[in-house]
């Protein structure tokens, strides 16, 4: 055993075909892809399992449907996932908006369930198909030789080990360790914005629907949870959360109060736990494949996520890059060149709904546009239903780029 500093590093027996860093969807789902194939995978999370996870726990319903290709439904369902039939998104001036999933295609639905339960129940499916997981095994660096991936530095059980392997996925959230290693890490200037989530119980008035309340200032999601658990969320500029007066929980709660349809939903409800902050609402990396690694999830892009993507787009990312990185492996070639076919279908399955999301942010960040937009959908029921299908991911996303839903959608 050699040593860093005063600190043991061990390098031995534990190189792999592939490593995993991080446990989240996108990291359990591509690992657990990579093991059905036959591939010898180590997954690394510094967290200990199950563990609460700062998000708007709202899976969408072409996310819904992705959990279900995975033979995943029965198991999210017991354990307490809420069907959500539809979104309520509530202007700022008092309109509003049913996205309404089951009207566009019967059946569809959204689900609501807390991220303690459904990454627990996705590592335990990864660990179930072969891969070796580990728990609290915080990566520290990646390890690269002549501009090549070839594992990571992690400190497992005390011991600083540099464990070796063919492919390195990096999903482990847009505060990515093998993104910002790799010097891949960009920041959109726009929106500057910053999250913080809780989980209320007793919140009124929401049974199928989830709901969204966009203010002057700021907006806050209600999405249903299990066991009566609604998650609470609040998006605010980055500015006025850094140069509050006050406690982090005033601040949180000020802003839920100034939005009075959730005041009232939440007269008499009472919050579980603390507050949990989810960082910048906007980053991409530069590029998502590069000689020995791929990134996936949150730590490929991360958009303010009032459309519901992250979820989505975590399980999807995962099955692209499996078939990509699964091929790389068995031919020996795990280059940038033999992984850009994922890079082709990131861009092929994400950037038109990205584009969407742009135009909502700039939607949402406009009060009087905000209130505008609102009315008209839920005058024009065909616009609203075409526009709900494109938000679930389950309409493509180019049915609302084109000019003549624009037009009828923006037409007095």
């Given amino acids: 055993m050699a040593s860093d500093g005063n600190r043991p590093v061990a390098s031995h027996g534990r190189d792999v075909e592939a490593i995993v860093v991080g446990g989240g969807p996108a990291g359990s789902a591509i690992a657990a892809a990579l093991a059905e194939a036959g591939h010898q995978v180590l997954l690394l999370d510094k967290a200990g ?9 709202y899976i969408n319903p072409a996310g819904a449907r992705l959990l279900d290709d995975m033979g995943m439904t029965g198991d999210v369902m017991a354990a307490g996932a809420h069907r959500m039939e539809a979104m ?11 996205a309404n999933y089951a009207k566009a295609e019967p059946g569809r639905a959204a689900l609501g369930l807390s991220r303690y339960r459904l990454d627990q129940l996705l590592i335990d499916r990864a660990r179930s198909v072969g891969v070796d997981v580990i728990e609290r095994g915080h990566v520290r660096s990646v390890v690269q030789e002549e501009g090549r991936v070839v594992g990571v530095e992690a400190t497992i059980g005390g011991t600083r080990e540099t464990i070796r392997a063919s492919l390195v996925i990096g999903a482990d959230g847009h505060n990515s360790v093998v993104s910002r290693e790799l010097g891949l890490d960009t920041k959109p200037r726009w929106p500057y914005k910053t999250g913080l989530v809780a989980h209320y119980r007793g919140v009124t008035d929401l049974e199928r629907f989830g709901e969204m309340h966009v203010g002057q200032h700021a907006y806050a999601g209600l999405a249903p949870l299990e066991d009566g658990l609604t998650n ?8 006025a959360v850094e140069g509050r007066s006050g406690s982090i929980e005033e601040f949180f709660t000020a802003s839920l109060m100034a939005l009075p349809g959730v005041a009232r939903k939440l007269a008499g409800a009472v ?28 730590a490929a892009s991360f958009l303010d996520p009032f459309t519901g993507e992250g979820i989505y787009e975590a399980l999807r990312g995962a099955s692209l890059a499996g078939p990509v990185a699964s091929a790389a492996l068995r031919a020996g070639d795990v280059s940038d060149a033999a992984l850009r076919p994922y890079r082709t279908a990131r ?3 994400f950037t038109a709904k990205r584009d969407v999301c742009w135009i909502v942010q700039g939607i949402v960040n406009t009060p009087p546009l905000m209130d505008y937009v ?9 616009v609203g239903l075409t526009l709900s299908g494109v ?18 959608l923006l037409r007095p």
């Fill in 374 to 382: 609102t009315d008209r959908l839920a005058r024009r029921e065909d």
């Fill in 391 to 408: 938000l679930g991911n389950f309409r493509p996303a180019t049915q609302a780029l084109s000019p003549l839903f624009l037009a009828r």
């Fill in 271 to 298: 919050r579980v736990g603390g507050i949990r902050g989810v960082g910048s609402m906007a980053r991409r990396a530069r590029r998502t494949t590069g000689d020995g690694f791929l990134l996936v999830g949150d």
């Fill in 347 to 349: 861009r092929r399955a």
């Fill in 49 to 57: 399992f199950p563990r609460h996870k700062a998000c708007s726990e």
């Fill in 88 to 98: 309520m998104v509530h202007a700022p001036g008092g309109n509003h908006f049913v």
């Fill in 232 to 239: 609470v969320a609040v998006v605010a500029d980055v500015r």
